[in-house]
C-alpha cells in the first residue's frame, strides 16, 4: 500500500454468501479493493497463494477449533508480519478463543454477525498498523 493507493483485501469466507456480503458492504468504500476467496487457509494455492502476496490485507473467516487452520494462520502471520494487516472474522468464538487469535499475532477480531461499521473500524486499524509498520 503507497500513498494515495487503494487498499487491497484478500477475504477468505466460508461460504459465497458471506463473501457476497462482506464485497457490498465494502463497494463504496472508495480506497479499498476487496477480493473474495472461499475456502479455507490451508486450501490458499495457486492464484489464491498470489492474492495473499499482493494483500495489504487477509480478513479470515477462520475456524478456531480446527488445528490446521490455526497453523496455517500462524505461518501466515510470521511470512507477512509488517506487509499484510490480519484480520480474523468468526461466528460464535469464545473470548479464550479470541485471546487466542490476538497472542498469535491477529491484528484484529470481528465478530459474526457485524456491522458496517465494524468492518469499517477493523480497517481503519490495519491501516494504522501497516503505516507505522512500513515507517
Given amino acids: 500500500m503507497t500513498r494515495g493507493s487503494a487498499l487491497t483485501i484478500l477475504a477468505t469466507t466460508r461460504s459465497a454468501e458471506f463473501g457476497n456480503l462482506i464485497s457490498s458492504l465494502l463497494a463504496k468504500v472508495e480506497d479499498v479493493r476487496v477480493d473474495t476467496r472461499i475456502g479455507d487457509l490451508p486450501s490458499l494455492t495457486g492464484d489464491a497463494a498470489e492474492a495473499l502476496e499482493r494483500a495489504d490485507v487477509l480478513l479470515d473467516e477462520i475456524d478456531a477449533e480446527n488445528d490446521k487452520e490455526l497453523r496455517q494462520l500462524g505461518r501466515i502471520i510470521e511470512q507477512r508480519r509488517g506487509r499484510t494487516a490480519i484480520l480474523a472474522t468468526a461466528r460464535d468464538l469464545s473470548a479464550q478463543g479470541v485471546r487466542g487469535l490476538i497472542r498469535q499475532g491477529v491484528d484484529d ?16 486499524t490495519a491501516r494504522v498498523k501497516l503505516r507505522q509498520a512500513r515507517m
Avoid at 477480531?109 to 481503519?124: G, K, S, V
Fill in 109 to 124: 477480531f470481528i465478530p459474526q454477525p457485524f456491522e458496517h461499521a465494524d468492518l469499517l473500524d477493523a480497517i481503519a
